[in-house]
């Protein structure tokens, strides 16, 4: 079972086709009970227009200030009628320990690190 281990927000810009946009990512630590294994979730906010005129196809990549590159995705594709921002959530679970989370995410909280 997966338990809320940390959180945090940064910058990033979001990629697509070619092109780019700024975006305010979130970030959420979940940990496995036997606290061996977490996992990062990521999710953001992209202005639907900028999507659609970009030919969004259900996947993007964030790039973090660091460079590191994440895909984020949307289920069910998009339209017009979506609401005007829409919600994209990436995974990643190829940091185990606490140590290596933190070398990677330095935008989690130290004070909400469990």
Known sequence: MLTFAAEGNGQGKLELNGYSEPVAYELVVAREDDDNTRQVRIRLNAPRD????QGFSGEAVLVRNNGAR??????G????ED????TLEGYDDSHVGATDLAEAYPELSTANRH
Do not use: D, P, Q, T
């Open 77 to 80: 594709g998009l339209n017009v």
């Open 50 to 53: 900028w999507l659609l005129k």
């Open 83 to 86: 609401a005007i921002s829409v």
């Open 70 to 75: 994440i895909a984020v995705k949307r289920e």
